[in-house]
């Protein structure tokens, strides 16, 4: 490197040397000075009303802010004004007040204290108790809100344990009554979805679809699946009903004389659906009473909850009560024939056989109508009749009505 560029490169660094030390001239000719001025500003009361009445004087924005500072006895005479202000009021509204003017102001709250306080401690002291109160309870706030929603919560599980366990038409009742309830809508929504379906089953459709369109998809759908579940289950038991309505006596005894095959529930649905004749020639011989008044009570339930305005049970008791009559008669018919003479109970026999004109007949309903024939009477006896006593009237009988009696007899009778 030549001498000229080793000369110029040394100019230039003598320059930003002084370059340098202006700056830092300048700094502490202006910052120290400002960092000063702004002590005293804050902390000599003397120099900070003269500071404001100077700066008061600028023009614009600048003049205008601080010609609009009070002065510190401007200051205290606004706080002493306050402060009797707030004095005078009761102490709940006191106390509101300054609340907000402390989150706002902190020193002017302790300035504003401290004055009330020297005009009355008493009541200074019970505007302070209020404020920590007031405060006490903002940070309790949340716990106090979590306890509510806590409650609330519990109440409402306690609702949705009530609807589970309680019947199901008395929780559809409930249903039809409070369905526009939404609080109501968020209980059921909470309630067990097999629970749930087996009462909406028995809902009218319109309403059913309201509430399944309120609750979630998969709540939704998962009802949907229980309630489809259930119609395929009532559906199934009618058909029962009716293969069981031409079986013979002894036949469907068997199977709808008690619970081992069905539940009581779902016999109240086939017994629901079978000829009233045909219910009640089967109940009349359950010796079982409490069986009796227990399908009674299941299938009232189920025709309410099917809405069904009928008189089945009453008409199914009044076939009973025919047939225990019936029964009777026939027993002591058969008591009666047991003693008489075989050639004498044959004639009879051959009689009643040949006719099968109806002689008695019993309507539960209008499409319900038993006819009782000779024919129907005479074999009914016939097979109450001690078997010695039947074998010794069929050999005196003619040929012909001793076949057609066997034959009968051999035949299932519904």
Partial sequence: MDTANINDAQKVDKKKGWLKILIIFIIALIVIPLGVLSILY???????????????KAPGAVGEYFSNIPTEVERKKMINYLSNYYLDLDSSTAAEKIYILKKDDEKLYVDLIKSMNSSSSVKTEEILNKIRNMELRKDLLFSVYDEVLKEEEERLNSEVTRIERQDILLSKNEIEHNYNDKEFIKILEKVDSNILGEILYYIEPELKDYILNSFNINKKNDILDVINKKAEKISNLEEIAKV??????????????????YSMEDLAVIYSNLPVIKSAEILSNIEDQNFVKELFTNIIRYERLQ???????????KGIKFFNEYNKKINELATIYDKMSSDAVAKIVEKMIANTKSVTSIELASENILQISDRDIILDVFEK????????????????????L?????????
């Fill in 42 to 56: 804050n902390f000599n009361q003397t120099f900070k009303k003269k500071a404001n009445e100077f700066l008061s």
């Fill in 244 to 261: 069981y309505e031409t079986k013979p006596l002894n036949v469907a005894l068997e199977t709808l004389g008690n619970t081992d095959t």
């Fill in 307 to 317: 809405n069904l305005e009928t008189d089945l049970t009453q008409n199914i008791s």
């Fill in 385 to 404: 009749l001690k078997k010695q006593n039947q074998s010794k009237i069929l050999e005196l009988m003619e040929p012909e009505a001793a076949s057609e």
């Fill in 406 to 414: 066997t034959r009968l007899l051999a035949s299932p009778r519904n």
